[in-house]
């Protein structure tokens, strides 16, 4: 789905699509944790509908990002899985609040965590009551200034091993650009990842948050196709 929600046109233009590929899952964010201040911070509980409407009007599970525990009843109320961003993971008051949520988690790791970091902080999830747990690798800074992040392809596999839980890669957050983002899923599937998150709206040079790295509905049919060895059709 796309980064942010924005209003209930786009919400439903880009669910109907995904939808009619097969894609299960819809996330997006009403709070955004912005690296600006003056930068869209999402519409808060408002958004929080349209994406649930969206979601239902299209038999899609919801997702969606809790920055504050302020915000874990409305966003539990609306989601079916709560997202955990990365520079929320070593927040660990936040981590025993949503893992007590009563609703699966995706746990995104943090920019710069260590594996053992972000297992860790799967730990808080998992022991205040959250066994539906999903680990998301979304790329870690390094010295490259070509992507983003560095996606660590690495991890994708060593996380496996060491957790039993579901590994997923979000490739849009790791590039930061949207003409590697088939390669880059297409590596993460075949190192053994469960899932890909990748960032989709109708009009990606409108978009009120990471407008360089959305892929349009088309661009997403291509991606999709890309793929087509590895994911379930409709
Ligand atoms: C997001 O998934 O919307 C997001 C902000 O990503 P991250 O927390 O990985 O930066
Ligand atoms: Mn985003």
Redesign the pocket.
Known sequence: GP?AVEDPDQMDEVAAHLAGRGVRILRA?AFK?RTSPDAFQGLGEPGLAMLAEAARRHGMAAVT?VTDIRWIDACARHADML?V???NMSNFELLRAVGAAGRPVLL?RGLAATLDEFLHAAEYVFRAGCTRLVLCE?GIRTFSRDTRFTLDISAVPLLKMRARLPVVV?VS?AAGRRDILAPLARAALAAGADGVMVEVHPRPHLARSDGAQQLDLPQFDAFADALAPWIPGP
């Open positions: 980064c964010g944790p990002e997202q961003g990365a520079r995104k979304r979000d957050h």
